[in-house]
């Protein structure tokens, strides 16, 4: 039962570090999932199982669900953002026409 | 007596400041106060536009990071002290748990009398098969009762940061009119696979998640953990019919009312059993007999209403997130 | 360094992983990776706490045949607590979320020293 | 075990239940709701004060059916109960004094989430002084940070944000290590409830095992509470937290949100650790160190500040770094005076905030001192009350300020080592807090002849006038009749352990 | 029992209540109002000197500090002093003011300094005094500032800091004595038990020091004097009267308090602090002396000379034996009517002709006789010529001086005293010598009586006459004086 503990703490050791260095902010919310993941089944080991319920529940679903929610709405911002850009510079086109008439 | 200076000279020897500091004309703090009266001063606006212009320049020159040794210097010398700080906290958390008694072990302070009978009287006195809720509803209550409101005005912070309200006179608030309202706008349309897969799994994702909250004090599990499965169930149906089909079942009435009914169920029914216990009255709630499902005083019906909050307050969050609305 | 460093491996992992997380939460400058250092920090506490309560070769506090000596179960109270934990660490990140949302509307940058910059230069 | 024990357990169930009502009751209703459970639970409180005064020894109060060490449970004295009752009367005050400046800071349908924050802070401020179980402390400061959280950035403009965003980062930081210390002092001693503790801890002093860990856990929770209330080196959130939130919300924050924390590090040091073994340990040293740093360092970025909340925010830093200097001190007579310097900062400082957000009000809404001169003449209140402000803060005798400098002093002048540092950095602090706080008065009663800005009469802003009144006469209260609150505290002190 | 409160209580509240009242009530209903005022307190100080004898606590600060307040003969003295140059100012003021604006905040202040000296001069421990020595620093500030412009401001901002330092650093002393002595009642001869040899005495002699430096300010010794000469000009005439003829006199109050009233002399004498005090006052003596023989605006040079008078008194009290002792109490009563004359007579200048500087009066006594017959009388009194009340002191000073055992300063003190006094001669009579004979190139037609209304001149003479009297008859005050210094020494 020890050895199966110390891989997950491994697992655990290594999702963590590997958040920190990860370029991609989708890749480190996916890590830091996997990481609660993990802490779930480390608390099955330790004999809790309301706690194993819980975070996988509370830790892995909601959190998650709310991280990719807040990616998702930065990056609608960054669309409507460029889109009102592209109108931007595409109106003013015309105006330089109309003056040089 | 010495050769008299030119005055330009005499005017930086240390004499004659001293002499017009003792004099009271200079003073070092105040600079010289003599007596001319001030005269009008008049601000002309292509002297003051210049101002802004330098104004703005030297701002940007002193704050962008980039080049700005100072703050170059001073955001790397943070990060090492921040860096040196936490190994040094690091290796002092490690050597004490090398200090700390050994985990695992069956002696030691931490199973002491509190636990034991937790243990040994937990089912009888609560009537909760699974102790650790037991511990939670009825010994330590009073922690689950702050843990609730900790919930609670989580989701009162979010919805003061992200509701968009339109106040009496129908415009949105000056401050969010940025936000805009609707984000269907980038989603697809009804993606059949995810309808077909939501209307197979949410079913059992809810029954999955009313029998944890009804079972909460037989087995593992309990309001929290059932409350969450219900919320995600929940999610995962607004994300695959949409916002339209949630609204006839789940609007902000709805949410504000059952929030409303579950959290003051909880505090007058633990504040009843906090009353009776403190003044040593006999509560009248009946223990059951342990292992059926109407069993264990108020636990159930407070799992339930812990249950039902948490379910209203993820699908909250996650609505407030998407739209700002319900 | 005291005896049982090597006999407390979890707590040492989760002292490790506090750590991680907390020198994440200060140095990340960008706001998702500082909230997600500080849900691993408050993983780490809870998963401290919960070793205290493992006893080796015992079972969850759940009297199922009616079995109630103290030798049968590992000690309730850690377990309790870190549940009260977890809901706070997911309301904690719930709030600092939306707080990182109408940040970006408002700045359009995930970088807190940026929108620092953006302030002072806004704010004279 | 009369009626009157059940006041505490009432007080804070009111105050958490009122937060609940007001989430469905519409804006009006939720104010009326707010005002009522302040005034209730101060009324309670005095009457507790009352009925512990006469019985004179601190009362246990079960929550639950099971006695201490299985359920929770709360302990309620003279000085929890003088510090409820002095919590409720600075809030609704502040509450009343800010209140008109409520709607052009805060959006219409968010009111009532407004008062349901303001709710909630109450209960876990009561929840604070009066548990006497370590992990319910650590709860109730949970619903403290996320409400005082809200509370700075409900004026939603992008600096509130930016100063709730770093609010929150620093105070997860300083709750994470009060929990880590908790639990490491948890798997020591094997019990959470305040007095066990302090039981086991001493057996393990004499025995004389774990104790590297005992002192690491005391200095991981003293750490924490410094850094979620604001001490010197952690300080960097204070000031745009409080410069930029609404009015009540300052006032509120500085006075009292983070007093208390420091109330619930001074049950730390009473009823955990006990006051002698928390002596010989170095951190007194620390504190005392921090506590000076923070003094002259506070006072001097408050002379550089150009916009006056920010300064009367920086100077609440200095006056932290008092409270702090009085832990440092070891002695009894220290804690004392830490105790009334509570007392009289909270009543000056939002006694400062009010009146300042009176000054700007008259001087077109900037917060420049430019703008502000002669504002002393426009708003004859306003200015009245900030110059007794800054005369209390200055230690002008017959204010506050004097006697909390004078308790402190004498406090110096008995430990032997640490007493010419302390007197000497007292006087630089009091010189620096002149310099600024004079500067400012003189600038609102300069005269400058331009009328362009409004001037206030009594008539426009009555509520407002009548909050400052009871200010500036709590304060002279404070000032005069010091001696029975002195009395009142080393009793407390004196049964607190 | 209560009279000893009135003379204290209501000048400040009818102060206050001038200051509070909402419009600007017209000149003369103003100025009667003020003049019944300061005539009812010093009836009411008259009173309270007469009749009230044993000591009031007001009520307790903290367990062993009350606020008490007890008249004894040094209060006597000072109150006296106080009463007469404060009414003589008063009256003085109701003309002068006419050029200034704002008139009901200066009077509502005025009263209220008037109201706070009454209650330091009774002031029966260390705490109230402190207390009160730091309210007359807060109420004689606006003094200062009434005109408003940049700067009194800064001058008011300079006397300001300088006085607030120096409050500090007494606090700072307060502190111990409160832990080392039992009471801080004032009790003649001392209330310290402890010995000048012992560490402690010798921390508590650094102590004193520190608090005749902080309380040194107000009377403007050498390194803290630099805000007097900033101070007066910027000050409204009567204002600057009151402020150089009795509120500096309270930093001297201070100092006999602390010194003789609470460490106890002997437990100075012959001690490091006794010789820095006498080299600091005779410092400050010829220094003061000096800067006011070349400062050529009259109001500033008037300032210098009281910053050298002052150290007369000063070095009085730190030689230590009665003679100078009683030397330094008459030198207070005499500078103090001399110097608010003096500054009078410059108000009065100013008033009538508008100049400031001395070099522009010439003739100026063709024009204003009477005024300028009381400048010359005054001003031989402070220069020390016999039948004038500066002599009689300056005589015991000298006396004193001699006497006392000071070492070698038993000669420097009485040489630099009489250096000074040639050198006051320098810079005050040239005013009149160029006033009475402006010389020959001087145009008398265009000359015209210019003298100031009858309502100035009045107190003017009123304290040329007291000086001259306090010099003509000095027995009386001397003999009232003896019989109590020999408790203090």
Known sequence: MTVFQIILMGLLIICAVSVSFSKNLLNSVLIYMSFSLVMSLLWICLESPDLAITEAAVGAGITSVLFFVTLKKIHAINIAEKSEEQKASQCPAPEKGGQDE | MSKRKPAEEYHKTFAFHFFSWLQGEKDPYLGNVEMKPQEEYVIDPEMQLRHEKEHDAILDKVYDMAHNRELRLFHRLYQATSILFCLFLMALLLVTISHLPATGAAVKPVNNEVAARYIESGLEETGAVNIVAGMILDYRAFDTLGESHVLFVATITVLIMLRLDKNKKGEPNPLTRDMNPNDRIYEPKNDAILQLVASFLVPIIIIFGIYIILNGHLGPGGGFSGGAVIGAGLILYLNAFGFSKTERFFTEKTYKWICFFSLSFYCLAKSYSFYTGANHLHSIIPKGTPGAILSSGLILPLNIAVGLVVACTMYAFYAMFRKGGF | MGPNLWINYGEAVAAILFCIGFTNLLLQTNLIKKIIGLNIMDSAIYLFLAEKGYIAGRTAPIVTDGITSVEAYINPIPSGLVLTGIVVSVSVSALMLSLTIRLYIRYHSLDLDEIAAQLKKEGR | MDFVCNFPFFSILISLFSGTICSVLPEKAAKAVNRIVIAAVGVMSGILLLYLLGTGESFVYWMGHFPAPWGNEIRAGILEAGMALFFCIIMYLSMAGGAHKLFDEVEESKHNLYYILINLLLSSLLALVYTNDMFTAYVFVEINTISACGLIMIRQVGRTIEAAVRYMIMSLLGSGLFLFGLCIMYDLTGHLLMSNIKESVALLIQSGEYQIPLIVSVALMCIGLCIKSALFPFHAWLPDAYGYSTVSSAAILSSLVSKGYIFLLIKIIYRVIGFEIFNNTRIIDVLFVFGLLGMIFGSLSAIKENDIRRMIAYSSVAQIGYIYMGFGMGTQAGMVASVFHILSHAATKSLLFIAAIGLTEVSGGSRKFIDLTGAGYRNKWAGVAFTAGSLSMVGVPLFSGFISKLLFAQAAVQVEGKMLAALIVLGISTVLNAIYFMKTVIRIYATTGDTSYPCITFKDMKVHAIVLLFFIVLNIILGVSSQPIVNMIEQGLAMFA | MYLILLPILFPILAGLCLLVYRKEPERKLLTAFTGICLVITGALVVSALTLARQSLTLFYLTRTLPICFRIDEISVLFSLLTVIVFICAGLFAFVYMKHEQKEKRYYGFYLMVFGVLNALCFAGNLITFYLFFELLTLSSLPLVLHTGTKEAIMAGLKYLFYSLCGAYASLFGIYFLYHNCDTLTFTAGGVLQVSPASPEGRFLLLIAFVMILGFGVKAGMFPMHAWLPTAHPAAPAPASAALSAVIVKAGVLALIRVIYYIFGADFLRGSWVQTAWLTLALVTVFMGSMLAYREPVLKKRLAYSTVS?????????????????????????????????????????????????????????????????????????????????????????????????????????????????????????????????????????????????????IPILFMTILSVIVGLFPNIITDYLTEFVSTLL
């Not at chain 5, 001399?338 to 100013?350: D, E, M, N, P, R």
């Not at chain 5, 009485?414 to 190139?441: E, K, M, N």
Request: positive net charge; hydrophobic residues 45%.
């Open chain 5, 309 to 457: 008078q002052l150290s007369y008194i000063l070095f009085g009290l730190a030689v230590m034996h009665p003679d100078a002792f009683t030397g330094g109490l008459l030198h207070v009563l005499a500078h103090g009517f001399i110097k608010g004359s003096l500054f009078l007579i410059a108000g009065a200048i100013i008033y009538t002709t508008g100049k400031t500087k001395v070099h522009e009066l010439r003739g100026i006594g063709k024009e204003m006789p009477l005024t300028m017959w009381c400048y010359t009388i005054v001003s031989l009194g402070l220069i020390g010529i016999p039948p004038t009340g500066g002599f009689v002191s300056k005589w015991y000073l000298a006396i004193g001086g001699l006497a006392g055992d000071i070492g070698i300063f038993r000669y420097i003190g009485p040489i630099v005293l009489l250096i000074s006094a040639l050198l006051t001669a320098g810079y005050l009579l040239p005013l009149t010598i160029q006033g009475f004979f402006p010389g020959a190139d001087y145009d008398y037609n265009t000359l015209q009586k210019r003298e100031p209304a009858r309502l100035m001149t």
